[in-house]
């Protein structure tokens, strides 16, 4: 009879360690896993960041004039910008020649901006980097006429220049004859409530593009646009400021500051504004009915709104269309920002 013998003594040190020895070789396996699934996550979270500062950047150079966009600049505004600690932001800033061309002979219009936002990760130094164009602004003085809906641009169309006869017009805000400051033609603007043109239509915003060039039959109020201006108190002379700034243009479109000797004074009555509209008439009791957008506020006119008008009138801009010299009476204001 052939008996079979059963071991007792279990594991022998030989299988323990076996055991032992792949499960530390699979606890390594796993960790490596899962340390690479967290540094791959992490990446992916600090680019998104990195980029997204880049991307602000980006944007932060388009809401700059052209001639502030340098290295010192840059550096000012990215300090405002609370970065994070752990990124490291940088941008260099290099004016494009084309070839063939010289700093001395091409001109500065166009900037390249190179933007990198850096971050570690294990140690491993990992960048994000764009490249901005950024090309000179083309800025125009005096500033455009701002509209808000049930303001109808018009124009007066001289049948006898000489005797200063003609009728007013419907235009489009893009009509290059709608004003012409250096010529002392003011921008001019119907309000659209009882506004009539030829064939007897009644002006709305719907119809305005399709009346542009109908003579009008039954004018509304109208106002003109004072752009905003820098004068000198002792001649009423006038230089016309770029957008809401504190600059003027010079000859070569750059902006610039005044200088302390320069005798220039600005209206407290143009902060924050490009302009404004002036009644061309006293209609205070006169039903002005609109639906301005809410951009647009009708207001009575203020002390030093009178003052700009008036020195406007008064400068080599004014013409003797324009009976603002010396406003006694009260008028409105419209306001569009």
């Known amino acids: 009879m052939q008996i079979k013998w059963k071991s007792e003594k279990g594991y022998t040190g030989i299988d323990v360690a076996v055991a032992i020895g792949i499960l530390f070789i699979f606890t390594l396996l796993i960790s490596s896993i899962f340390v690479n699934i967290y540094l791959q996550y992490s990446d992916a979270q600090r680019n998104a960041v990195a980029s997204a500062y880049a991307v602000s950047i980006s944007e932060l150079i388009d809401k700059l004039y052209y001639q502030d966009v340098n290295n010192n600049k840059l550096s ?40 990198n936002v850096s971050y570690k990760i294990s140690n491993i130094t990992k960048n994000v980097s764009i490249r901005k164009i950024k090309t000179k602004e083309i800025l125009i003085t005096p500033n455009r006429p701002k509209l808000a809906s049930d303001m109808i641009p018009v124009k007066f169309v001289y049948t006898n220049a000489q005797l200063g006869q003609g009728y007013w017009q419907i235009c489009s805000e893009n009509d290059s004859t709608w004003y012409n400051y250096n010529n002392k033609a003011w921008a001019n603007i119907m309000l659209a409530n009882n506004l009539i043109v030829e064939g007897d239509v009644q002006v709305t915003n719907e119809n305005k593009a399709d009346l542009v060039g109908k003579k ?47 005798g220039y004074l600005l209206n407290n009555c143009f902060d924050e504004i490009t302009g404004f509209w002036i009644a061309k008439g006293n209609y205070e009791n006169e039903n002005i009915n609109v639906n301005f957008s809410i951009n647009a506020t009708l207001y009575n006119i203020a002390q030093n709104q009178k003052q700009a008008v008036s020195i406007l009138s008064r400068s080599g801009y004014g013409t003797n269309l324009t009976t603002y010299s010396n406003i006694e009476d009260t008028r409105y204001v419209i306001i569009v920002k």
């Open 76 to 115: 000012e505004e990215i300090e405002n910008m609370n970065i994070t600690k752990g990124y490291t932001v940088s941008t260099n800033v290099e004016r494009y020649i084309p070839e063939g061309l010289t700093p001395e002979t091409g001109k500065d219009v166009v900037k390249i901006v190179t933007i």
């Open 216 to 262: 009008v039959t039954s004018a509304s109020q109208m106002f003109e646009w004072i752009p905003k201006y820098a004068y000198k108190a002792q001649n009423n002379e006038v230089t016309f400021i770029y957008s809401t700034s504190q600059k003027y243009v010079d000859s070569e479109g750059n902006l610039q500051d005044f200088d302390e000797n320069s």
